[in-house]
């Protein structure tokens, strides 16, 4: 049962992730875009978990902002990450593995989905425990992923 | 009561955009930030307006998906034009006329978030002569801006 769900979930993922992938013009296109997305979760990220840090004071207005900022800009990316754009003129920090182990990286890529949304969830509620233990998800989840997709530099 | 309306709005945008100034780090952070949010809205209503002048075929679940993206977007730009952004290492195309006329730019910022918005609703039909319609205010907002804030290279 979990592994059909599983892999209904990665099927949705890779369908939605096939129109997008055709809307780019050219390959720099498509990386500029999933950079700039993971770009603007990683400053919302960075928002959240100084809170969470004691870094800075609370905010719930800021911190419910930054999460759904978060779970909306964590469905874009994935369309980014299309056959051909795995070098350009652009550095990127992807893997090869992104496009040699899909069935995987579209598991992590639902795991970001879910987990941002489990954010917003618990940002919407205002208690900064419930914000701490969602970006603990969030955090493993960023972490997991970066770890077998992204190289180092 | 339009001038009223219309400063209650721009002293929202104003207000809106505060929190979010404060949350960056360092003026380049905020620069990238803005620039990716305009770059993932300029993909967008680049797909939107491919299909609206017939370069490629209708798609109503992309043109809603990037409707969606476009008004979600359009609210977060605004507060990374702080004060102390206007230059830094990265190259930037925001004119200075962003810091010296802020009520005007206020006010447009607020009318790509309404555009958009309009866009959004417009994509929801499905009907593409409603997204013309609309897109037509999108790119107008957009032409306006850029051609009062942003240089030319």
Not at 51 to 58: D, H, L, Y
Not at 97 to 106: C, L, N, P, Q, S
Not at 122 to 137: R, W
Not at 147 to 152: G, I
Request: hydrophobic share 40%.
């Amino acid at each position: 049962m979990k592994k059909t769900a599983s892999l209904a979930i990665i099927a949705s993922t890779l369908a939605l992730s096939l129109p997008a992938a055709a809307q780019f013009a050219k390959p720099e296109d498509a990386i500029k875009y999933r950079q700039s997305v993971m770009f603007i979760i990683s400053q919302n990220a960075g928002r959240v978990g100084a809170m969470v840090q004691g870094k800075v004071p609370f905010d719930a207005k800021v911190a419910a902002d930054s999460a759904a900022t978060m779970e909306f800009m964590a469905k874009l990316p994935w369309g980014a990450f299309g056959e051909g754009t795995e070098k350009s003129a652009n550095p990127t920090r992807s893997k090869p593995e992104i496009w040699t182990d899909k069935v995987k990286f579209a598991e992590l890529a639902e795991k970001l989905q879910l987990e941002t949304g489990k954010l917003n969830t618990a940002a919407k509620t205002g208690s900064l425990d419930n914000i701490k233990a969602a970006m603990s998800g969030v955090g493993g989840s960023c972490k997991s992923c970066h770890d077998a997709f992204r190289s180092k530099e």
